[in-house]
T-cell receptor, first 114, second 114 residues
């Protein structure tokens, strides 16, 4: 069965500092991994994905994520946080065995202080 | 182009009544998903449809919940005999194989059961 864990309910960083939002996963086959963001009073938006290939994937708004197969992790990172990055971030996973079922993590709320 | 649309945006119903929630996916997207997001919680997978294949209903919480997708496009999620614990935001998403299945979300339907 697929599962996703986001161990931190909340992450606090100062503007200009690097940020990391953690995600670990479990799947039967090879993983397809995604990050989504939910800004206040706005819908969920796709940020980036890992399907295959380079372990470091780059996405929207300067975000990137590193796939680590041995640690079954897919942490979201940004070199320099902005106040406008404050939002709810979701990690999601599905496997490559043919089904489309996608499991989302519980979400991590990011607060960036000016 | 047009994104995923959902209607109604808000629905207040009395306990015990039936409700229907509608989702219009992005044209050409073959996969359609329903999720539930309770206040302050993550996304709970409910069901997905992919093309003409049988839907994966493994996330439906009880037999009061059902969904259909007509003509491979519009989908309706029906909740019978609503309970207060059904109160949540119901999100619909669609995806295309051409973008490796990243999901595009609608604005959601906020359901309140009184």
């Amino acid at each position: 069965a697929q599962s996703v864990a986001q161990p931190e309910d909340q992450v606090n960083v100062a503007e200009g500092n690097p940020l990391t939002v953690k995600c670990t996963y479990s799947v039967s086959g090879n993983p397809y991994l995604f990050w989504y963001v939910q800004y206040p009073n706005r819908g969920l938006q796709f940020l980036l994905k890992y399907i295959t290939g380079d372990n470091l994937v780059k996405g929207s708004y300067g975000f990137e994520a590193e796939f680590n197969k041995s640690q079954t992790s897919f942490h979201l990172k940004k070199p320099s946080a902005l106040v406008s990055d404050s939002a709810l971030y979701f990690c999601a996973v599905r496997d490559d065995t043919g089904g489309f079922k996608t499991i989302f993590g519980a979400g991590t709320r990011l607060f960036v202080k000016a | 182009g047009a994104g995923v649309s959902q209607s109604p945006s808000n629905k207040v119903t009395e306990k015990g009544k039936d409700v229907e929630l509608r989702c219009d996916p992005i044209s050409g997207h073959t996969a359609l998903y329903w999720y539930r997001q309770s206040l302050g919680q993550g996304l709970e997978f409910l069901i997905y449809f992919q093309g003409n294949s049988a839907p994966d209903k493994s996330g439906l919480p009880s037999d009061r919940f059902s969904a259909e997708r007509t003509g491979g496009s519009v989908s309706t999620l029906t909740i019978q005999r609503t309970q207060q614990e059904d109160s949540a935001v119901y999100l619909c998403a669609s995806s295309s194989p051409h973008t490796l299945y990243e999901q595009y979300f609608g604005p959601g339907t906020r359901l309140t059961v009184t």
